[in-house]
């Protein structure tokens, strides 16, 4: 079982989980966790292969749910994005006794088609020299090609961190490129988990449709889905206030 880094904040109410996509880290989550920690117990999870994390020597998925689950002392209300909200649906599918709601943030429980965009983000970072680089500039500068949104770029470097007087990325992209087949996929299973279940997409995304609704609802029977205008695929970041909002609602029910 893969060793996960977890940070917690505040002291009372009841427990909520919060996963990560790909490429980020638990720390990305810090504003939101801030917003609940006054009335939760909330933990922020370093995804395997990702952040202070352990390493595997390939990606699965349910590994990847079991490893979230371990973590988990009591019902909890599990949140999870893109990746870790993959993760997180296999969680609570798997170990329905440790998952008290599960939020789902702009993901389904279906395998997306191949898309370009991750691979270039991958081959971009591993095809700069992290033993000439002089600065996290320019690291953004060599980047640019693969990531030309300044956005995602952005989000992308903050991954890479220093390591002595050289650079190092947290993220396995080795591992990552390899198996990104992988991470578009959804295991098959006739699990069904009943508790209660928020799904929430960005009005602008790809990744929530109509035609993934039966899949979900298959799943989650107890679903209710919520669009958040002006959000791509990044929901927590390009609309903070409005999904907080929207996912303290959910929370604050449990």
């Not at 993959?86 to 969680?91: D, E, G, Q």
């Not at 050289?166 to 295991?187: H, Q």
């Not at 988990?193 to 928020?198: N, S």
């Not at 990744?207 to 205008?229: C, G, H, L, S, W």
């Amino acid at each position: 079982m893969t060793d996960l880094h977890l940070t917690h904040l505040g002291e009372h109410g009841s427990p909520v989980m919060l996963c990560h996509g790909l490429f980020g880290q638990g720390k990305n989550w810090t504003q939101i966790a801030k917003a609940l920690a006054d009335r939760h117990r909330v933990t922020l999870v370093d995804m395997p292969n990702h952040g202070r994390s352990g390493w595997t020597e390939r990606l699965d998925y349910l590994e990847m749910a079991d490893a979230v689950a371990s973590a988990i002392d009591e019902p909890t209300a599990l949140v999870g994005h893109s990746m870790g909200g993959k993760a997180a649906m296999l969680a609570a599918l798997r170990h329905p006794e440790k998952v008290e709601r599960l939020c789902v943030v702009d993901v389904s429980p279906v395998a997306y088609r191949s898309t370009d965009e991750f691979s270039r983000y991958i081959d971009g970072m591993l095809a700069i020299d992290l033993d000439g680089l002089g600065s996290r500039s320019e690291a953004s500068e060599a980047l640019a090609e693969a990531a030309p949104d300044p956005g995602v770029r952005g989000f992308l470097l903050q991954s890479l961190q220093r390591d002595g007087d050289g650079w190092r990325w947290l993220p396995n992209l080795e591992v990552l490129r390899r198996d990104l087949a992988v991470l578009r996929g959804f295991p098959e299973t006739d699990a069904v988990y009943e508790g209660p279940v928020l799904w929430v997409a960005g009005a602008d995304s790809g990744y929530v449709r109509d035609e993934f609704a039966p899949q979900m609802e298959a799943r989650f029977p107890n679903v209710r889905r919520v669009t958040i205008k002006g959000a791509g695929h990044w929901v927590h970041s390009e609309q903070p206030q409005v999904f907080t909002e929207v996912l303290a609602r959910f929370v604050d029910a449990g």
